[in-house]
């Protein structure tokens, strides 16, 4: 370990007992029967498996992942709450945890007698706790109701005492759970400056969390962990970009999923002179998707089959909102295309260069009807699809732009 | 082994503070909201002497001089002795948070429920004196062998209360089988009667109960106004050695996977 590495992991594996709750616990004729024997292989779950870390003095490492990917495991086993069944841990320094804030606070007892045990439960003694008490106070904001019992504040305001004492320890280390999210707005900056506080001053922080805007800001490395192993680690923006393609493309095989699930939901009309036997949504690359990040290309692909021969044929699609708002409609017809001499079974492509759409789900209408709009066959929700985006930008249409600004 | 024995010992000294802080809110914190508050710690063992003498002297009429006291000197250990045991017993378990999102020393947490325990037992003392005088049993010098027994009492106590604790967090059954266990041997104990009561032959018995031991010793200093039996005392604390290092060995085994277990 050199000299300036704070936190080191290496090969680190845990795994936990799969527990039923019919069987949740030993019983007495167990430990009578088999009182060390180990508990059988196939019993465990595998929640980190040959992690490595390193962290510098002074870096900030922020872990993401998708729920149950092991970043919570890691971060108490960092603490020291929990044991690695495998590898090595190492941190350097007085450790505080926000992991959970408040953490044997006492409902009957005022807010300054539980900072006194939380601080003690943290490890400072009395007088540095009492040289603090005032500072803690202070930085909580809670001034008039801090020789209140804890049991009538609120959720927040006890959120808010946690954090002060946590973060009065003077840690070298600090891990962060995703607390950052709980109180208000005030609050939240509060938690920002004092970590970018903990940053200048180079203190290590460790940062398990879903909010990639916070990631940017503070983190200096990121890794990802998928599965209990490190899936990707380096420059943030790289991992979350990465790992961001990955929640697309799962939520994008659910999504198709789901959407053969949901025949029912449509809605069919039609003499069936011609039939639409299949509707499909491409990438630019060709393949099926159901999620697209926004201003990427779209292909929708429609299979028809006439049933009688006929050239008085349009297609047409349109693109609702999950609130039925219509955000685009088009058909041949409109676009005087007067294709003729339809074959008996063919496919129909339209390309869309860019979709510049905002973030959210929509839903795509595909029709064949003839040109005075008696439908053949037409399929409300034929299939949906969800834009991603990166910016949080709001209604339905991102026509493409950009800002200036000019002096004068 | 024994290193190990021996750096539990001193990393419980070393918390020393958290302990007696957590146990003092745990003593505040009991009669907390109450009217009385702490007054309560006194009045708790005066209603229950007034109940046990109601029900023994008036209603039961047990013939031996001054029996309401003489009950009272044992029933006050005992129930030092039963309630550290039961609030030790789940101690890890009920503690929650601690265990499972913090950094926490966890061997405090009994120790904090022995030592509240205790703290209330000693206050209780004041009342005993109290109605021995009253009941004009005379105090004697054998009251300077009473922090001798109470060392090999809370060394009893702490020890098995360690040992229990973690057993409960792998089978919870430990605290209910407990709780009826300690209804035996509370009449297994002569603290309802004197030991002159238990027929000859079966005298040994009482002697290899340890609960048994400091009830005797208390009672012999307290009301017999004699020196306890210092070969059964020194027994005692043998025993209470070898069960403490068997305890720490086991908390110390499986320490680390009570944060997993809660």
Redesign the interface.
């Known amino acids: 370990m050199s000299e300036n590495t704070v936190i080191e992991v290496s090969g680190l594996g845990k795994r936990?007992?799969r527990e039923m709750l019919s069987r949740d616990?030993?019983?007495?004729k167990s430990?009578v029967i088999r009182p060390f024997t180990q508990k059988r292989k196939r019993d465990y779950i595998t929640v980190l498996d040959g992690v490595n870390l390193e962290v510098a003095r002074g870096r900030t490492l922020a872990v993401i992942g998708q729920n149950g990917s092991g970043k919570s495991t890691l971060l108490?086993i960092l603490?020291?709450?929990?044991?690695p069944d495998q590898g090595r841990v190492q941190v350097k320094g007085r450790?505080s945890?926000l992991?959970?804030l408040g953490?044997?606070f006492?409902p009957?007892?005022s807010g300054r007698?539980n900072v006194?045990?939380n601080g003690?439960?943290?490890g400072l003694?009395?007088r540095e706790i009492t040289e603090r008490m005032d500072h803690i106070i202070a930085y909580s904001g809670l001034e008039d109701f801090i020789d209140a019992?804890v049991r009538t504040y609120s959720s927040g305001m006890y959120v808010r005492l946690g954090f002060s004492v946590a973060v009065n320890v003077d840690p070298d280390v600090l891990l962060v759970d995703e607390v950052l999210a709980v109180g208000d707005e005030a609050f939240s900056h509060k938690c920002e400056d004092k970590i970018n506080q903990f940053r200048r001053s180079g203190k290590t922080i460790c940062l398990v969390t879903h909010d990639m805007g916070a990631v940017e800001k503070f983190a200096d490395e990121v890794v990802w962990l998928d599965g209990g192993c490190i899936a990707a680690r380096g420059e943030p923006r790289r991992v979350i970009d990465a790992y961001r393609q990955k929640v697309a493309k799962d939520e994008d095989t659910i999504r198709r999923s789901q959407c053969a699930e949901d025949e029912l939901e449509k809605d069919r009309w039609g003499d069936g002179d011609v039939l639409i036997k299949a509707v499909r949504l491409l990438d630019g690359a060709g393949s099926e998707r159901a999620v697209f990040q926004s201003g990427s290309p779209l292909v929708v692909e429609m299979d028809f089959a006439r049933q009688r021969p006929t050239d008085d044929l349009v297609f047409g699609i349109a693109i609702h909102t999950a609130q039925e708002v219509l955000c685009y409609g088009t058909n041949t017809h409109l676009e005087k295309l007067n294709w003729t001499d339809f074959p008996e079974k063919g496919t129909v492509r339209l390309s869309i260069e860019r979709l510049d759409m905002v973030q959210g789900s929509y839903f795509l209408d595909v029709a064949a009807h003839a040109k005075d709009g008696r439908a053949y066959d037409y399929i409300t929700r034929a299939s949906s699809f969800a834009v991603r985006s990166s910016l949080a930008d709001v209604g339905v249409f991102r026509p493409p732009h950009k800002w200036e600004l000019k002096a004068g | 082994m024994g290193q190990q024995f021996v750096q539990h010992l001193v990393e419980l000294k070393r918390h020393w503070?958290?302990v007696s802080?957590?146990a003092g809110?745990e003593l505040?914190?009991r009669y907390?909201?109450s009217l009385l508050g702490f007054l309560w710690t006194f009045l708790n063992p005066l209603l229950l002497l007034l109940v046990y003498a109601l029900v023994f002297s008036v209603y039961f009429r047990v013939q031996m001089a001054n029996y309401a006291v003489f009950m009272f000197t044992g029933l006050l250990p005992w129930i030092f002795f039963s309630q550290a045991l039961m609030e030790g017993t789940g101690s890890i378990t009920d503690?929650g948070?601690?265990v499972?999102?913090?950094?926490?020393p966890q061997q405090v947490l009994p120790a904090v429920k022995v030592t509240a325990n205790l703290v209330n037992y000693i206050l209780s003392l004041p009342i005993l004196l109290g109605f021995l005088w009253l009941s004009g049993v005379s105090l004697k010098w054998t009251l300077l062998a009473f922090p001798l027994v109470a060392a090999a009492h809370v060394l009893f106590t702490f020890a098995l209360t360690l040992l229990l604790c973690a057993f409960n967090v792998?089978?919870?059954?430990t605290r209910h089988?407990l709780a009826n266990l300690l209804t035996l041997w509370f009449f297994l104990t002569p603290i309802l009667y004197p030991l002159s009561q238990v027929p000859e032959k079966y005298r040994m018995l009482v002697y290899l109960n340890p609960a048994a031991v400091f009830t005797l010793a208390y009672q012999d200093l307290f009301f017999w106004g004699r020196w306890p039996r210092w070969e059964l005392l020194g027994v005692l604390v043998l025993l209470s050695l070898v069960l403490l290092f068997v305890a720490v060995t086991v908390f110390e085994h499986y320490k680390?996977?009570f944060?997993?277990?809660i």
């Open positions: 936990f007992r616990y030993g019983t007495w430990l108490k603490a020291g709450i929990y044991k450790i945890s992991i959970e953490a044997g006492h009957e007892f007698e006194m045990i003690t439960i943290l003694s009395k019992p | 503070a958290l802080a957590l809110r505040k914190g907390r909201g503690a948070s601690l499972t999102k913090v950094l926490f792998f089978m919870r059954d089988i680390e996977y944060a997993e277990k």
